[in-house]
Each structure stands twice: as structure tokens, then as C-alpha cells.
């Protein structure tokens, strides 16, 4: 049996880099919040890559730490509290935590971009939107005001913003939900990054516009060959637009695989759990399933794997011994590509 630490096997064609690194190379990323209470330790070895054009989707209920993984990525980490007591971060092969600040700047912010959820907290109240998204130009690529103010309209037609002309000197609060969400890819996208980091960008959308977003976002990507993260905890928003999948619990990566096999067959009760919990429209009326109890308070892990008070399948070794993420197999005995999971029983799931 092997162990693998990657969420997917990354074709050469995909790593947009001769040297055949993924864009994005997250080794072994631990981070803790050192609090009153205790060290927090939010994510305790992740793994996972991206390459270009390819979009993985982490998916884990909230407190997970996704958003703490792709804050350590973005170097918006708030040191202290929080410490990367180890793990690289690789860029284009290069270790982002072992560079230079100035070198450092340059990836970040221009070839890597993030969305968050609240757009409303990320955009400045005070300032147009078209001054804002003008500021990425002036800034980085020393355009005049005119030029800039150009530039911005552009790009708040390429988000589809309509009237982009008539409307970049209205100020955030004057668009809806869905309209200032575009201005935040608008924004992402301006200096046209590499690799776009998208944390919950639909959660506080209603569900139409949460679809129109994610169909813009994947439009995007797919005309720039970025790598993107997408950061959710709704398994039902990923399936149309990921490549491959890692879903996190208590800060590690529990499950990864190809998109559409978690769907068929996931390897790990905890994935399970998340599937079942998915609405369906054929099961109208009847009482949803839920994951029982709730996920682990992260000052303290229970000993084995961290799932195990919340499983249906736990045994003895569960509670003992932590699973190490593992190449998961068919039937016949063939690895199947990408696929892991972090359960000692995952076959009992898997073959289900
Ligand atoms: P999610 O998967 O919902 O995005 P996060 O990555 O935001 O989860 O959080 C992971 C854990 O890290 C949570 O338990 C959270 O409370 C903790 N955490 C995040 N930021 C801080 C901080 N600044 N100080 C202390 N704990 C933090
Ligand atoms: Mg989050």
C-alpha cells in the first residue's frame, strides 16, 4: 500500500511550466494559532497542487481549515497569533515561505489572486468601483488616470456588468450582491494572475446567482489557463466546474479525488456523509440527512483519526492510530489516478 500526498495526478501538459512543477505546490503545510486557550492547530499537513487551467475544489465544513490553508498561500496570515511552524509553499517550484518579501510581493497579489466571500468588506465603501479596479493599473502597470478608467470599464464588461460605462463611478453599495461579486473577480482578474483563490465566492448569493458566478468564474479560468482554488462546503456547486476535489476535516485532507468518482463512489465516511447531506429534489419532504455531532475543537484532536467520534464505521484502530492519506485501489487491485483516502476502512466504503 502506498501512501500519496497529492490530490491528482497533474499531466505534464497542465503543470504551464517546462520544469513539470504544478503552478501550485502545497507540501506537508502545517499552521497554528498560539491563543490564551492553547495552540489552535489549524491545519496539520496539507497537501495538494494545482496546475494551470485546472481547478481543484477543498471542500469541509467550516472550520476546517481552508480558508487558513489559502490565507497561508496568499501570505494574509495574522502572525501572531498564527505561526507556519512547517510546510512549503511552492510557486512555479519556488518556495514562497523561504523567499525574500520583495520577492514574495511579486507573486502574490499579481500572479496570485483571491476572492473572498464579502465582497461588501473587501471593496471599499468610499471609493467608486471604477477607481478601484482602476487603482490594480495605476499601481502596478503605472497607467494614467484615463487609461486606466479604461481599462476599468473593460474589465467590468468582461465580468458582464451591464452599462459598465455609465456605471464605474457608482460606489460598491449601490450594486447587488451578485453584481459586486463580479466586481470582485474583476478585481482579481485585472493584473490577469495565474492562479485565482476563491474562497465561499457564492455562499452569500441566492442560488441562481450563486450558478451565474461559478459559470462566469469557470469561463474565465478556462480562457486564461489559470489554476483555481475554489473553497466551498457545498459539494453540490463543484461538480460542473472542478477537475479533482480534497476534502479537509480538523485541518488535513481526508479524501481526494477526480471530481465525478467522489460523486460515484466516495473513500471515506466522512465524504460520504457530506453526499448524503446534499438536498435532492426526488426526496422532497423527507427529513435530510446530517453528519452527527459536530467537528472537533481544534485546541484538541482526538487521538487517532479525528473523525472517529463522528463515525458510523469507527473500530479500535480508529481511535488509536491516525490513517495517513492512501492510494486507494479498485476491486481488481488497480490504483485508481488521484485517489486517496485517510480511513483505515476506506474499502468498506469504496466497495460498498
Ligand atoms: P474554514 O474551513 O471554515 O475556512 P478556517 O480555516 O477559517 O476554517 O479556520 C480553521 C480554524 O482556525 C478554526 O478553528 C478557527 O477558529 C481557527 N482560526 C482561524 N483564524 C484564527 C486566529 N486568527 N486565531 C485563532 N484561531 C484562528
Ligand atoms: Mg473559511
Known amino acids: 500500500m502506498t501512501t500519496i500526498d497529492n490530490t491528482a495526478d497533474v499531466p505534464a501538459s497542465r503543470t504551464g511550466d517546462e520544469s513539470g512543477a504544478p503552478l501550485l505546490d502545497v507540501r506537508d503545510l502545517h499552521v497554528e494559532f498560539h491563543t490564551r486557550e492553547g495552540v489552535v492547530k489549524a491545519v496539520n499537513g496539507v497537501n495538494y497542487s494545482v496546475g494551470a487551467g485546472e481547478t481543484l475544489a477543498v471542500l469541509g465544513e467550516s472550520g476546517s481549515g481552508k480558508s487558513v490553508t489559502a490565507q497561508a498561500i496568499m501570505g494574509i496570515l495574522d502572525m501572531p497569533p498564527g505561526k507556519i511552524p512547517h510546510g512549503e509553499i511552492r510557486f512555479r517550484g519556488q518556495d514562497m515561505l523561504a523567499m525574500s518579501n520583495e520577492e514574495r510581493r511579486k507573486i502574490r497579489g499579481r500572479k496570485i489572486a483571491m476572492i473572498f466571500q464579502d465582497a461588501l468588506s473587501a471593496l471599499n465603501p468610499v471609493v467608486s468601483v471604477g ?9 502596478h502597470e503605472g497607467l494614467s488616470k484615463k487609461e486606466a478608467r479604461a481599462k476599468s470599464i473593460e474589465l467590468m ?7 459598465a460605462k455609465e456605471r464605474v463611478g457608482d460606489y460598491p ?7 459586486r461579486q463580479r466586481i470582485m473577480i474583476a478585481m482579481a482578474m485585472a493584473l490577469e494572475p495565474e492562479l485565482i483563490i476563491a474562497d465561499e465566492p457564492t455562499t452569500a ?12 468564474l469557470a469561463e474565465l479560468q478556462r480562457e486564461l489557463n489559470m489554476g ?35 460523486y460515484k ?11 448524503d447531506s446534499i438536498p435532492r ?17 481544534l485546541l484538541k484532536i482526538p487521538a487517532g483519526c479525528a473523525f472517529n467520534p463522528r463515525c458510523p464505521k469507527a473500530q479500535d484502530i480508529c481511535r488509536t492510530e491516525e490513517p495517513p492519506l492512501l492510494q486507494v485501489t479498485g476491486r481488481d487491485g488497480g490504483e485508481l489516478p488521484g485517489r486517496g483516502s485517510a480511513c483505515h476502512f476506506w474499502k468498506e466504503t469504496l466497495h460498498a
Open 131 to 139: 477607481t478601484q479596479l482602476g487603482e490594480m493599473f495605476r499601481v
Open 157 to 163: 464588461d468582461r465580468v458582464r456588468i451591464p452599462a
Open 173 to 179: 453599495h449601490q450594486f447587488s450582491g451578485g453584481m
Open 205 to 216: 448569493l441566492d442560488v441562481t446567482v450563486q450558478a451565474q458566478i461559478m459559470e462566469l
Open 228 to 262: 483555481l482554488i475554489l473553497i466551498t462546503h457545498d459539494l453540490g456547486v463543484v461538480a460542473d466546474v472542478a477537475d479533482k476535489i480534497a476534502v479537509m476535516y480538523a485541518g488535513r485532507i481526508v479524501e481526494t479525488a477526480p471530481v465525478h468518482d467522489i
Open 265 to 275: 463512489a466516495p473513500a471515506h465516511p466522512y465524504t460520504r456523509g457530506l453526499l
Open 281 to 297: 429534489l426526488d426526496q422532497k419532504g423527507q427529513e435530510l440527512y446530517a453528519i452527527k455531532g459536530l467537528p472537533p475543537n
